[in-house]
């Protein structure tokens, strides 16, 4: 157990309808990252953020894509409408700052039906 | 554009020594990642180069040639435990020091 956790950690939805992910980090670091990873593929930058701020967005996601800090403690991941595509284990990883490794936590793995 | 290529697989025995390579082609390198990956699990640190050369830490080590764009992982002693796969992952100093990863290579070991 890494410190990060993630809610929840299995996710079942038919196509077309709207999910969201929660992620705790380890509550020191301020730097927050979410990325998708599908079987044998290593994991895919998503998006992360420094504090409340998203510094970067990957252009592979598309807009049905949203991810929030509000706070600069937790973080959600909505993707909207749904395809069978997005089906994939959504990890969210945190670290105290840019010189660091990322902490992982267990992920939440979607199916989409 | 930004590429990381490692082995698919890797077979070896135990007690044995393996070495993963990883080659890259990024813009702003700033440093490598090596993480080890059981099946199901999150991924997990084993090390961090940003200078040229070999960082030993256990029975893991690590390298990295900046110039060449080269870096491998040894593992040392193989133990039934090591079965996992090993993502290489890049950071880069663009925007806010992303990280990017390999495919990862997944390591069989046999008694």
């Known amino acids: 157990d890494t410190g990060v956790s993630q809610d929840p950690r299995h996710k079942i939805t038919k196509r077309g309808q709207n999910v969201t992910f929660r992620c705790d980090p380890i509550s020191e670091h301020n730097r927050l990252y979410w990325y998708r990873q599908t079987l044998g593929q290593g994991p895919e930058f998503l998006t992360y953020?420094?504090?409340?701020?998203?510094?970067?967005k990957s252009r592979l996601l598309s807009d049905r894509f949203s991810a929030e800090r509000p706070k600069g403690s937790f973080s959600t991941l909505e993707i909207q409408r749904t395809e069978q595509g997005d089906s994939a284990m959504y990890l969210c990883?945190?670290?105290?700052?840019?010189?660091?490794?990322?902490?992982f936590g267990p992920g939440t793995r979607l199916t989409v039906l | 554009g930004q590429n990381i290529d490692q082995p698919t697989e890797m077979t070896a025995t135990e007690g044995a020594i393996v070495q993963i390579n990883c080659t890259y082609q990024?813009?702003?390198?700033?440093?490598l990642f090596w993480y080890q990956q059981h099946a199901g699990e999150a991924p997990t640190f084993l090390s961090y180069n940003v200078l040229d050369g070999l960082e030993e830490k256990g029975r893991f080590s690590s390298f990295l040639s900046r110039s060449k764009g080269y870096s491998y992982l040894l593992l040392k002693e193989l133990q039934m435990k090591d079965s996992a796969s090993y993502l290489c992952a890049a950071r880069l100093n663009t925007g806010g020091f992303k990280t990017i990863f390999g495919a990862g290579t997944r390591l069989f070991v046999k008694a």
């Open positions: 953020f420094q504090n409340e701020a998203q510094l970067e």
């Open positions: 990883a945190s670290s105290p700052g840019v010189a660091y490794e990322q902490f």
């Open positions: 990024t813009s702003g390198f700033n440093g």
